[in-house]
């Protein structure tokens, strides 16, 4: 079925350090992407989407590229911050016939000052 | 609007005990899901609403679990004869039909721990 697998956590990194959390999907059809962030005490909000193949989407710092070739939509920051510490989701829209979104395990991340 | 909300943030219940959560959804949003996230987990699909309708259920939603959204506003999801397995935090988000961009917006979430 419909799945999206992503990177297990923790990852731990210094501030200013290179991020990217892997993610793939299961290629039925063309979905879009999101990555949405957790922070902590807080609800899942969305942080970036990309809605077809080859675009890419940013918000904050935070890159991903929707790659049909590969099925996958790695989340990339040149620069970490501390403020960036929080749980990241992987997830997928729903396939003709469904209306769920289908969320990754979450990458927790961890940035040190 | 201040965004989704969701009541009661914690509950801790005794096991076959009944439970009921509430989700109000951002007031112009007529697309309304039940999602379920354990520990270390992704959020899982429980159940959407589309407007008043229940259009879908996931398999994870047995029959002790019901949701309604009577009026196409605010939603209930009730958990009938509590199991320890039902310990976790219940989302709930919402979406516009019109102009909708695939955007879910969340609730914080209501934590269930069944003793």
């Known amino acids: 079925g419909d799945s999206v697998t992503q990177m297990e956590g923790p990852v731990t990194l210094s501030e200013e350090a290179f991020l990217t959390i892997n993610c793939t999907y299961t290629a039925t059809g063309y979905p879009s992407l999101f990555w949405y962030v957790q922070y902590p005490g807080e609800g899942l909000q969305l942080l970036l989407k990309?809605?077809?193949?080859?675009d890419k989407g940013s918000n904050k710092g935070f890159e991903a590229t929707y790659r049909k070739e590969t099925t996958s939509f790695h989340l990339e920051k040149g620069s970490v911050q501390v403020s960036d510490s929080a749980v990241y989701f992987c997830?997928?829209?729903?396939?003709?016939?469904?209306?769920?979104?289908?969320f990754g395990t979450g990458t927790r991340l961890k940035v040190l000052a | 609007d201040t965004g989704v909300s969701q009541n009661p943030r914690h509950k801790i219940t005794k096991r076959g005990q009944n439970v009921t959560f509430r989700c109000d959804p951002i007031?112009?949003?007529?697309?309304l899901y039940w999602y379920r996230q354990t520990l270390g987990q992704g959020p899982e699909f429980l159940t959407y609403?589309?407007?008043?309708?229940?259009?879908?259920k996931s398999r994870l939603l047995s029959d002790r679990f019901s949701a309604e959204r009577p009026k196409g506003s605010f939603s209930t999801l009730e958990i009938q004869r509590t199991e320890q397995g039902d310990s976790a935090m219940y989302l709930c988000?919402?979406?516009?039909?019109?102009?909708?961009?695939?955007?879910?917006?969340f609730g914080e979430g209501s934590r269930l721990t069944v003793l």
């Open positions: 609403f589309q407007n008043e309708a229940q259009l879908e």
């Open positions: 007031s112009e949003h007529n697309r």
């Open positions: 988000a919402s979406s516009p039909g019109v102009g909708n961009t695939g955007e879910l917006f």
């Open positions: 990309a809605t077809k193949a080859d």
């Open positions: 997830a997928r829209e729903s396939t003709s016939g469904t209306y769920k979104y289908i």
